[in-house]
């Protein structure tokens, strides 16, 4: 295949999805099955068209074909397979062409397996997918096109960042791009809605599960990203509100809020122009991410000023999308019917409120990441807004979310019945004030130890109060306990996803309390045979050689790590990659259940031999990644339920056998 | 993430320092601990969205040895932070100051948590008066025997 094959497809998928846009939406009005059913084979060929585009792309990558200007750009011939097959995504041009081929596959699974969707809507929903198809494609080809072509041929290419030669961050783009694109999903089943003007159960029913699966992908990308900046950026940070990390988060808050207003709407039909408007602002913010991130405009208005074709291509796409769906909402939103009524104190109401935080969360990380940029364009001042100003102002927001997410499970619908709950979280309560104790105790009383320790009994209230939520489904000690195995066993997937999730948040509170309020470190030159001592561990350095690797060379430090008996060998590296010549530094951790160690090799050896190094002592990180695994593990439990499987609302088959069982 | 643009750009850079050097360290551990405690609240202002403590650019370098000598002259916390701020200007703050530049930033987030609170008490508001009693105990538990398989209430 050469590259202009993939050209080819490419530009052939634009009028495709012209074509998926328009004709469907015309049938739908007109009521005309045979314009409508145009949706399903178009939308089959986006896939198709595209896939081909982008596999001709990695086979370029993979075999290296360096009269591809792209390939030249980020590949080289000594790079590992993976590396080569990730380089496709490791640039603008070939990101964006992953966007749109998993846009393209989503599209199609709705076409091939959503024959139980009403006609209108699923017509309407796949053109909404063709529209952002072809500003994508219109994007991606006349603007940031990756098949263009060298001459002459360069004999080697410049190689892949070393950075981005890793595991975790190969995987980290597909993932978010598997968030973003899957909330495109609930943004087309809204605009469709809108347009149908009718958003009822079965809509949300719709929604939910493509809310899931983005919500799931969104979370683990997140937690790669998270975790690669931990061991690979060298000094065991592994969260910096960083203009690019808030771009992936916001869509994740308001994802979230969406996950749980939807319920609200399949349950009760309450929420339902909330529940549009989420679905609108979600995706609208995953666009924002792909291109703050895309565009340059992040470091400074004047970068993105510097490549005005792009850089105007995306204001105007935003603006159309945004805009559009906006207007659109503005116009047919007040004339969707209000659904149920509830009292403030139940269970959509403390979800109404779950998505009051969220979205303020939401609106405040988006106001500090925009804030320079705003400040610099009104002229009031070059400013930096950074983790200080974040902690300050997230963490009394999630502070009281977490705290209500402890009871909202055990409100019941339409009315709750707060007096009941509060005799139920005695054990939660209990929890905290033991785990509080005994965090203190253990750690001491300044004041990083009081919020270490709060930290810490909030992630036990919530863990507490989740499972006292559960043991009330299955009536554990209040009812014969094979009655409650009975229950336990016939609990829907949903509710177990949600257990899952919740005490993952958990146990990421957990981690993020532990590891930012009981961090060790120690800082020092060594020559070999010398010994520290950080938090228990006795690390002595043996040595250092220099080793080579496939693409690098690397100075291969030499440690041990001894308490109470058990040895450990850590070895930690100083890379020289031959192509881009760039130091990396690989961090040796050794985890245990509860935390790392964490060891750097810095500077050396100077004229004496001295090496520097740096040893942390990292407590409850590992809970991040558990908690973080947990979540998006709870999520896809919950996507596995059959009320969820793409399609299958229930039967009166089923419903029969639940009404006569 | 953003340090991946920055490394590539100290690809002529001979060694690689990284955040705090030993040499840097103040003997005194509870000057050092304040000195560690004032450098990540600055910026280096070369690098993007990065504290001087962490960043391994010369310049946060140079910074972290003017916080320390400041701290040995003497210096308050305070005084240390203004120090730097006649030297390198506001941008140097990664937490910005409560200016009216910043009334926005500091004060939006509580803005939009009170207007959504209003709006969330508006809806909860309405005409309640078709919303039922919850049910007894006696109630759920009959509904529970009647309804064996489908206990879920998600």
Avoid at chain 1, 78 to 105: C, D, M, R, T
Avoid at chain 1, 284 to 307: N, P
Avoid at chain 1, 440 to 455: E, H, M, Y
Avoid at chain 2, 142 to 150: F, H, K, M, N, V
Wanted: glycine share 10%; with cysteine; charged share 15%.
């Amino acid at each position: 295949m050469t590259p202009e094959f993939g050209h080819f497809a490419l530009a052939l998928a634009l009028p495709v999805a012209l074509v998926q846009s328009c004709i469907p939406l015309i049938g739908a009005q007109r009521r005309d099955a045979a314009l409508m059913a145009v949706a399903g084979p178009a939308a089959m060929a986006q896939m198709l068209l595209i896939g081909l585009a982008f596999a001709t792309l990695t086979q370029a990558f993979i075999t290296s074909d360096f009269s591809v200007v792209n390939v030249f750009q980020n590949s080289h011939t000594a790079k590992p397979l993976l590396y080569k097959i990730s380089g496709v995504w490791g640039n603008h041009e070939g990101s964006l062409l992953l966007w749109v081929f998993i846009l393209a596959v989503f599209g199609a699974t709705v076409a091939a397996f959503g024959n139980n969707l009403p006609d209108r809507l699923k017509a309407r929903a796949l053109s909404v997918q063709g529209m952002i198809g072809v500003g994508f494609l219109a994007f991606i080809l006349f603007t940031s096109n990756p098949f263009l072509r060298l001459d002459p041929v360069p004999v080697q290419g410049e190689g892949l960042n070393p950075l981005l030669q890793d595991p975790g961050l190969a995987f980290h783009p597909p993932m978010l791009y598997l968030g973003y694109v899957g909330f495109s999903m609930a943004f087309s089943f809204a605009v469709a809605a809108l347009l149908e003007g009718r958003v009822d159960a079965a809509w949300a029913r719709w929604v939910r599960p493509w809310t899931l699966a983005a919500w799931s992908f969104l979370t683990v990308g997140i937690g790669l990203g998270s975790w690669w900046a931990y061991y690979e950026l060298g000094w065991g940070g592994w969260w910096f509100w960083d203009p690019v990390e808030n771009a992936s988060f916001i869509p994740w808050l308001t994802g979230t809020a969406l996950l749980h207003s939807a319920i609200v709407v399949e349950k009760r039909e309450a929420l339902k122009s909330w529940t549009i408007l989420l679905a609108i602002i979600t995706f609208s913010l995953s666009l924002l991410g792909t291109f703050l991130v895309r565009s340059g405009i992040l470091t400074s208005v004047h970068a993105f000023a510097s490549d005005p074709t792009r850089g105007v291509f995306i204001l105007a796409l935003l603006a159309i999308t945004v805009g559009g769906s906006l207007t659109l909402y503005a116009i047919r939103a007040p004339k969707l019917e209000q659904g149920g009524l509830f009292a403030p104190i139940s269970r959509e109401g403390g979800l109404l409120i779950n998505n009051l935080f969220l979205a303020t969360a939401a609106a405040t990380v988006l106001l500090g990441t925009l804030y320079p940029l705003i400040a610099e364009a009104f002229e009031l001042g070059k400013l930096s807004v950074g983790a200080p100003y974040f902690n300050t102002v997230f963490i009394p927001l999630m502070v009281p979310l977490a705290i209500l997410m402890g009871i909202g499970p055990m409100l019941t619908w339409k009315r709750g019945d707060l007096r009941g709950i509060l005799s139920r979280v005695k054990a939660a309560l209990a929890a905290v004030a033991l785990v509080f104790g005994v965090a203190l105790l253990l750690s001491g009383f300044s004041v990083t130890d009081v919020a270490g320790a709060a930290g810490m009994g909030l992630a036990a209230w919530l863990a507490v109060a989740t499972l006292t939520e559960w043991s009330g489904r299955v009536r554990l000690f209040k009812a014969p306990i094979d009655e409650s195995w009975r229950r336990a066993t016939s609990l829907r997937r949903a509710s177990y996803g949600m257990t899952m999730a919740h005490i993952g948040m958990a146990v990421l509170i957990a981690g993020v309390s532990g590891s930012s309020a009981w961090k060790q470190e120690n800082i020092l030159t060594m020559v070999p045979g010398d010994s520290v001592t950080v938090a228990g561990f006795d690390i002595t350095l043996n040595g250092a050689d220099v080793i080579r690797g496939a693409n690098y060379e690397s100075l291969q430090g030499n440690f041990t790590a001894t308490r109470g008996g058990n040895a450990v060998t850590l070895t930690p590296e100083r890379r020289v990659y031959d192509q881009p010549v760039q130091q990396t530094t690989e961090a040796a951790i050794h985890t245990t259940f509860w935390a790392d160690l964490y060891v750097v090799l810095g500077d050396g050896p100077d004229e004496s031999g001295r090496y520097v190094v740096r040893a942390y002592f990292e407590p409850f990180v590992p809970f991040l990644w558990y908690g973080i695994l947990m979540m998006g593990f709870g999520g896809l439990i919950s996507l596995s339920d059959r009320k969820h499987r793409v399609g299958a609302p229930r039967t009166s088959d089923t419903v029969a056998a639940a009404a006569g069982a | 993430m953003i340090k991946v643009s920055l490394l590539t750009l100290s690809l002529f850079v001979a060694t690689l320092a990284q955040a705090v050097e030993p040499g840097e360290v103040l003997e005194d551990p509870a000057l050092e601990a304040r000195a560690r405690v004032i450098s990540q609240d600055l910026r280096c202002v070369v690098c993007q969205n990065e504290t001087i403590d962490e960043s391994n650019a010369t310049l946060a370098q140079d910074m972290r040895r003017l916080v320390r000598q400041r701290i040995n002259a003497g210096d308050t916390n305070e005084q240390v932070v203004a120090y730097m701020v006649d030297r390198y200007g506001d941008f140097v703050l990664l937490r910005p100051r409560v200016t009216p530049q910043t009334w926005l930033l500091w004060f939006g987030p509580i803005l939009i948590l009170v207007l959504g609170g209003v709006v969330v008490v508006r809806v909860m508001k309405r005409p309640a008066s078709n919303v039922g009693e919850a049910l007894s105990q006696e109630e759920l538990d009959r509904l529970d025997s009647l309804l064996p398989e489908d206990n879920e209430t998600s």
